[in-house]
């Protein structure tokens, strides 16, 4: 018994031995895992597989794609011009399409997908044919025509593939004669008024327009009247933008979608001026010095008149066109004249004409002789020798009464201007310019000429 004790002992602290010789060698050993592959799912988070991958389904696309032919499988071309093609005959009739259901269509094509799928709406055009059998009957009515629709190649430039339908198949159009036709443009603008202000008539930026489309409907417009309405009263020049607006014969708006209009507004320009009324003031030639202002009077004496403001505010008088003295004699003592008036300024009154007449109640006449001796020449050149052919001449005086019954012979005396004749030469009448001396109240009535001689020196 004592020695199966020992043995068991023997073996059980030998098995203990070996557990823990076994154990310190698991700590001096060190562990190495297996690695373990990535995960698809994971691959599509590594950017380079990603690009290779993409690149790698292109191709392989591109490949499928090019090597197909899809003449099974028509691809459709869409917002293809639709156009109507007008035969000749309808053409020199002047016909024209006011109005076209569709502008647009759709082209199924079939061929190769390389030339289909670069085809563009522009490479192909759906049209249809206009060919009436009595063109010349067509005009002055809007007629309905529907015609079927078809499609070309607009290029051979892309001409490998096939055209296999359009939609849709026809297409509804209204035809007519084309014409034109010029009207003046008439104004109607409304606005308040001031009395305090002129209101100058409209002016338009055009005087005429070009109104053009259908015959029937060209024919019905008459008039053309450039129209704006406003309560507001104007104190100044104002520009409004106005609507044309076409009327018949009968007074009445033509309302007509296809009428075209050169253009279709145009501005009307209403110029405004503040209102003055100014006196008239004669003026005169050949009067004497010594004639009073206060023997002049002009009827009616003063206009009403319109103008920037700004000059309007110091303008006080208008003077008259100048009488002629040599015009006046006691028989003759009223006398018209015109009004002009400066740029920029309105006649309101639109009188032109103004009478003026002359006190000579204390006046007389006398008939004198004016002799050689007292013509003179004056501004003759220096090559111009000039001699008086005239004798005498008598000669119509009018002045103060005093004045008149003290004139002689010796004191009537005229001149004769050269300015302007340098080039004149022989025998020649020139007008002469009387005066009196000592009577500074005194003028001649009449025109007098005098006969002269002109020699180079």
């Known amino acids: 018994m004592k020695f199966r004790f020992h043995k068991i002992k023997n073996d059980a602290v030998q098995s203990t031995e070996n557990k823990t010789t076994e154990k310190n060698n698991n700590k001096k050993t060190k562990f190495k895992p297996r690695k373990k592959m990535p995960k698809i799912s994971e691959l599509f988070y590594n950017n380079h597989f ?9 191709l392989i696309i591109w490949f499928i794609m090019g090597f197909t032919n899809t003449t099974e499988r028509p691809r459709e071309i869409n917002d293809v011009p639709v156009e109507i093609e007008l035969s000749t005959a309808a053409q020199e009739e002047n016909l024209k ?30 049209y249809a044919k206009f060919s009436p059998s009595s063109a010349s009957t067509i005009g002055g009515k809007l007629t309905e025509y529907t015609l079927p629709l078809e499609a070309k190649k607009v290029t051979n430039e892309l001409a490998d593939y096939q055209l296999v339908s359009v939609y849709p198949t026809e297409v509804t159009v209204l ?21 305090q202000y002129f209101y100058n008539t409209p002016t338009l930026s055009e005087d005429s327009v070009t109104i053009s489309g259908p015959e029937s409907s060209v024919s019905k417009v008459t008039r053309v009247v450039a129209e704006y309405k406003t309560d507001e009263v104007l104190t100044s020049t104002k520009v409004f933008e106005c609507k044309l607006i076409p009327y ?62 700004d000059a309007l505010k110091n303008l006080t008088s208008i003077t008259l066109d100048p009488i002629d003295f040599s015009n006046v004699n006691l028989d003759t003592t009223e006398l018209t004249t015109s009004v002009t008036l400066p740029a920029g300024f309105r006649n309101i009154s639109n009188t032109w004409k103004v009478s003026v007449s002359l ?24 090559t111009q020798d000039v001699s008086v052919l005239t004798d005498s001449m008598h000669v119509q005086a009018i002045g103060p009464e005093n004045q008149i019954l003290s004139l002689a012979s010796d004191d009537v005396y005229a001149t004769i201007d050269m300015t ?10 020139l007008p002469v310019t009387v005066g009196f001396t000592d009577a500074e109240g005194c003028w001649a009535y009449g025109k007098y000429t005098a006969t002269v001689t002109i020699k180079k020196k």
């Open 50 to 58: 990603v690009m290779g991958f993409s690149v790698l389904c292109a």
């Open 97 to 126: 399409v006011f109005q076209q259901s569709e502008t647009t269509a759709t082209v199924s094509v079939s061929g190769s997908s390389v030339v289909v799928n670069r085809l563009q709406p522009d490479d192909i055009k759906a």
């Open 175 to 195: 035809i007519d004669r084309y014409q034109e036709k010029i009207l003046d443009v008439e104004s109607d603008i409304s606005y308040g008024f001031n009395d």
């Open 248 to 309: 018949d014969e009968n007074g009445k708006v033509v309302e007509d979608q296809y009428l075209e209009f050169s253009t279709e507004k145009i501005d009307a320009t209403v110029s405004v001026f503040p209102r003055k009324e100014v006196t008239l003031t004669p003026s005169a030639i050949n009067m004497p010095k010594s004639f009073s202002r206060s023997r002049i009077q002009a009827d009616p004496s003063k206009i009403v008149i319109a103008g920037p403001e």
């Open 359 to 382: 006190d000579l109640s204390d006046y007389s006449q006398r008939q004198l002789e004016l002799t050689s001796g007292n013509i003179t020449v004056k501004n003759a050149s220096d």
């Open 420 to 429: 302007g004749q340098t080039d004149v030469y022989g025998t020649v009448e």
